[in-house]
Nanobody
Framework: QVQVVESGGGLVQAGGSLPLSCAAS????????MGWYRQAPGKQRELVAT???????NYADSVKGRFTISRDNAKNTVYLQMNSLKPEDTAVYYC????????????????WGQGTQVTVSS
């Protein structure tokens, strides 16, 4: 039904930058909020940033001022620009899309990407 695919990620030195992107595809009525989450080894998955279809954003305190989330509704794509990266940003980053499948049914579903590794070396 709905596929969510991340791209980007990789290895970067501390203080560097890295862009992530995520595209949702398939058959659906509308995508609501899209967002990025991350999970470091031995830790729970945590919110990084979200953006609504109207462009309202929300960031984790740990990334405010360093990361920027944006979205292209026409392309069903969300981006995360990560600047001033720190070793503690090392994690697998997951994209999430909250999707309404049908125009006649209000129910929304969460779809996740497979994750992309971001490693920040000190």
């Amino acid at each position: 039904q709905v596929q969510v695919v991340e791209s980007g990620g990789g290895l970067v030195q501390a203080g560097g930058s890295l862009p992530l992107s995520c595209a949702a595809s398939g058959i659906f009525f509308r995508i609501n909020t899209m967002g990025w989450y991350r999970q470091a080894p031995g830790k729970q998955r945590e919110l990084v940033a979200t953006i609504t279809s109207g462009g309202s954003t929300n960031y984790a305190d740990s990334v405010k001022g360093r990361f920027t989330i944006s979205r292209d509704n026409a392309k069903n794509t969300v981006y995360l620009q990560m600047n001033s990266l720190k070793p503690e940003d090392t994690a697998v980053y997951y994209c999430n899309a909250n999707v309404r499948l049908y125009s006649t049914i209000e129910t929304k579903f969460d779809y996740w990407g497979q994750g992309t590794q971001v490693t920040v070396s000190s």
